[in-house]
Structures are given as structure tokens and as C-alpha cells.
Nanobody, 123 residues
Framework: QVHLVESGGGLVQAGGSLRLSCAAS????????MGWYRQARGKQRELVAG???????TCADSVKGRFTISRDNAKNTVYLQMNSLTPEDTAVYYC?????????????????WGQGTQVTVSS
């Protein structure tokens, strides 16, 4: 049984960087599409970045050029490198496998949402 655990969040000043990790535990995670999502206070959950089984990536316009998603299949881990952070990036960040390989639809995911990892960016 595979479980996803997000980590790496924390408090950082604007302009700083954080590296989030999404690790699969229990079993080796198959090479599938994975995405990073975030939910800020009072807002809906949104896609931040996604990576396909072939390694192709997509990022939200709001983070393009600042965030980079990557994966290490041998370590069963997906990463999100976040640079030039701003207070608007403050949110709880989650990882999951979407049913939609294009990352467009937000209605179905393989795993239930976990606790995520909190990212707080101060001014």
C-alpha cells in the first residue's frame, strides 16, 4: 500500500527558497503522473506543477520560472524546488496523482489528501 508524505515546508522570508519533497512509503511508487497542488487560506486547491511519467513538466503561470518540479524514481520521490518566494505562495502544499494526465481536471485523484506541508512566506 502506497502512502504519500509531503515535507520540506516552513517559514521563509520573501525572496527565499524551499525544496519540498513528496515521498512514497510502503511500496515503490510506479512511474506515473504526479502533481504538486496548493491551497491558500480562503481559496480553492490549485495545481502548482505537474510531471508526467516521461518527465515532461507543466507549471502554473504564477510560478513559472520560479518553481521546478522533478522526480527521482529510484527514491520514490517527487520534488518541488521553490525559488523567489513571495507571500502569495503561502499555502499548504500537497502532492497527488491525478486521473487526468493533462492535469487539467481536478475532480479525481488516486490518493486521499494528506496533511500536506505548510509553506509560509513573510514579507
Amino acid at each position: 500500500q502506497v502512502h504519500l508524505v509531503e515535507s520540506g515546508g516552513g517559514l521563509v522570508q520573501a525572496g527565499g527558497s524551499l525544496r519540498l519533497s513528496c515521498a512514497a512509503s510502503g511500496s515503490i511508487l510506479s512511474v506515473v503522473a504526479m502533481g504538486w497542488y496548493r491551497q491558500a487560506r480562503g481559496k480553492q486547491r490549485e495545481l502548482v506543477a505537474g510531471i508526467t511519467s516521461s518527465g515532461s513538466t507543466t507549471c502554473a503561470d504564477s510560478v513559472k520560472g520560479r518553481f521546478t518540479i522533478s522526480r527521482d524514481n529510484a527514491k520514490n520521490t517527487v520534488y518541488l524546488q521553490m525559488n523567489s518566494l513571495t507571500p502569495e505562495d503561502t499555502a499548504v502544499y500537497y502532492c497527488n496523482e491525478p486521473r487526468d494526465l493533462s492535469f487539467y481536471f481536478m475532480d479525481e485523484f488516486r490518493y486521499s489528501w494528506g496533511q500536506g506541508t505548510q509553506v509560509t512566506v513573510s514579507s
